[in-house]
């Protein structure tokens, strides 16, 4: 438990040591701030016809500005935001250690591979977990700043709950970016996967079968293409767990057997 | 006989490259091992296999009586260790970058970061980000790193890379004194002889992945003695006026070669009692380059 927790302290001090809390949660800031602008131009049809092009975008994405279509924007940007922002976070963590060429002192120590592993995991869970109250936060303060209409409790309550549903699912799905990290050694690798499951994701949930791919439920969950329950179904939550799971066995895995030459 | 390293038959083989070949290690507890090769010779891949970051693909690695492997296992509680170029986390400070490896190694003397960086002169830079440090200072924080823990067994690649003259000495002393007070185990690796030559108390040379030399004391001793080289027209007249005063001598070609520690001192006695005997010597020097003329010849590199 002691080595653990050291290890918890080691990953702490570089997290905050570094600029990456900094830029994803400005970088995420952004979801809020762009709904907020949205509500505006919603609120206001006249000004948002002479606003041109983006009051059409606007008229796309929301039809009606009140604060469940405000945090429909938040969900959804948490699932297609999150699976950028929470990748670049994986893949820092992980990624770092290569290109850094710290790997290697992680290897032969009294503290094993698996509690370095482990409190890294730990690490970019928190800092997700943090950036998405951060932004619901944000959100909160936007929404009450443009004076949206249509507020309750219970609204506030569940959708709260719906965004950090969609935080968790796409945290999950962040253990093959640690994989990819591990294996590849840099930074580019995890990336590369994060842009490719989002392409995918993308595609497989146009043609109908995204319950059945992990990658496609994040945003299904948030409902980025209508009700949730019309979407997805306990497979498509258990396919998402056996993705972390297989992410984080194939980490783990790398960690503890493979070959160390950077 | 309990050793601080032994291999047995450590082989490590990357694709069609074989990195490794049937290495046999034997290092004492408490020697200083010189580990001596070219650039490429397989010394950081055998490291690696001994710090159990790379998984042998023949043969088996003890470190301080315990099998390392497979899964990152080993004593590393007692290991210091440096492995190629020092590693850090340029956005930390030398003092964080410490402070983690001292929790990490579960060192609870919570003085042990500000003592090492005290004995690696390290104090004036210890609160400035180890990313703006010179190659120098930089080599000092990775060994700082390696022995923040007051291990048993330190491995250490290429040591004093990118130190200075004066830092080089001083390394060189403290691992030294730490062998020779405290009873540590040095292995390093080196493609310089003289650095390893000045410290090791015995040395393996490595050659395209097979350990093809090991020197003890005796051998040492015995290549880094000097000798004094005697060349003359008439050799045959030199070597009996050479005998008949009572000095030991081997031919080498043309070249009388003499270990006696009085003919090296005094050559120009030698080069009087050859003029005197009809011989006069037209070459006469005190060589001292013999281990660095073996080390050449066994590794096919230039003389």
């Keep these: ?262 | 006989m309990s050793f601080a390293i032994e291999t047995n038959g450590l082989t490590k083989v990357f694709g069609n490259v074989v990195a490794v070949d049937h290495v046999d290690l034997r290092v004492e507890r408490g020697e200083i091992y010189g580990f001596l090769g070219l650039n490429g010779a397989g010394k950081t891949t055998t490291i690696r296999a001994l710090l159990g970051m790379i998984r042998p693909s023949a043969g088996n690695v003890k470190v301080l009586d315990q099998a390392v492997g497979p899964h990152g296992h080993g004593p590393w509680g007692k290991v210091g260790h440096l492995v190629e170029s020092p590693s850090y986390y340029p956005e930390l400070t030398v003092r964080e970058n410490l402070e983690i490896a001292r929790r990490l190694h579960e060192v609870a003397d919570h003085t042990a970061t500000a003592r090492i960086i005290e004995k690696l002169a390290l104090a004036s830079y210890a609160d400035r980000r180890a990313g703006t440090l010179s190659t120098g200072n930089v080599q000092r924080l990775g060994l700082a790193r390696a022995l923040l823990h007051e291990p048993e067994l330190v491995i250490l690649d290429e040591p004093a890379n990118g130190l200075d003259p004066a830092g080089v000495v001083e390394i060189r002393e403290l691992l030294k004194s730490l062998a020779e007070e405290r009873g540590v185990t040095v292995f390093m690796s080196s493609h310089i002889l003289t650095e390893v030559d000045r410290l090791a108390t015995r040395i393996g040379i490595i050659h395209k992945g097979k350990l093809i030399e090991e020197l003890d004391t005796d051998k040492l001793e015995r290549l880094r003695a000097r000798r004094l080289e005697v060349r003359a027209r008439n050799l045959e007249a030199a070597q009996i006026s050479l005998q008949s005063a009572g000095y030991k001598f081997v031919m080498d070609d043309s070249t009388i070669m003499i270990d006696d520690a009085h003919a090296i001192e005094h050559s120009d006695d030698i080069a009087q009692m050859l003029v005197n005997a009809g011989a006069p010597p037209t070459h006469l020097a005190v060589r001292q380059q013999e281990l660095e003329d073996h080390f050449l010849q066994l590794t096919g590199g230039a003389k």
């Design chain 1, 1 to 262: 438990m002691k080595t653990f927790l050291a290890a918890l302290w080691a990953e702490t001090l570089k997290m905050m040591r570094s600029k990456v809390p900094l830029f994803t949660a400005l970088g995420f800031s952004l979801a809020p701030l762009m709904g907020g602008l949205f509500m505006i131009i919603m609120k206001d049809p006249e000004r948002a016809r002479e606003m041109g092009l983006l009051s059409s975008k606007a008229q796309l994405v929301m039809d009606v500005a009140e604060w469940r279509t405000y945090f429909g924007l938040l969900a959804q940007a948490t699932a297609i935001g999150g699976m950028i922002l929470f990748s670049v976070i994986t893949s820092w963590v992980f990624g770092r250690e290569f290109t850094d060429r710290t790997a290697k002192d992680l290897m032969a120590l009294p503290t094993s591979r698996e509690k370095i592993v482990s409190a890294k995991l730990i690490v970019i869970s928190a800092w997700v977990i943090l950036l998405t109250i951060l932004i619901f936060g944000i959100g909160l303060a936007v929404g009450a700043l443009v004076d949206i209409p249509g507020w309750t409790n219970d609204l506030a309550a569940q959708s709260f709950l719906d965004v950090l549903g969609t935080a968790a699912l796409t945290l999950l799905l962040m253990s093959p970016v640690a994989y990819f990290a591990t294996m590849g050694r840099d930074y580019l690798p995890p990336l590369g996967w994060a842009i490719l499951s989002i392409f995918l994701s993308q595609i497989v949930a146009a043609t109908g079968w995204g319950d059945w791919f992990p990658w496609s439920v994040p945003a299904l969950f948030s409902g980025v293409v209508g009700p949730r329950s019309e979407q997805l179904g306990m497979h498509s939550y258990i396919l998402v767990l056996l993705a972390s799971l297989a992410g984080l066995f194939a980490t783990f895995w790398q960690w503890r057997n493979a070959d160390q030459t950077k």
